[in-house]
């Protein structure tokens, strides 16, 4: 999937992968995949920037860790991240579940005068 598909959902997806964990960059690219079964395989030019920009927003935190001997950025939610992760998911049910009940729809529409 086309990074462009996640306009407007990507930072509530980055939260969520990072929701009680903290990860370097390229396993928060993995989780993006691995969670989706391979449909958000998103370039490192769109997740970093992403990432900066949550952290600007006080929503994640970063730090310099040692793995295997190679030093790596992580990132973590914050407060204020875990309640911006909340209300995503809060405002992603009712939008999906609207969009459930349109598309989902199989009788057709009444005629309308």
Known sequence: MRAEALKGHLDGLLLAVLDGRALHGYAVIEALREGSDGAFDLPTGTVYPALRRLERAGLVRSGWSTVAGRRRRTYELTDAGRRALASQRTAWEAF????????????????TH
């Open 96 to 111: 999906s579940a609207a969009v459930s009940a349109l598309l989902g729809r199989r009788d057709p529409w009444p005629a």
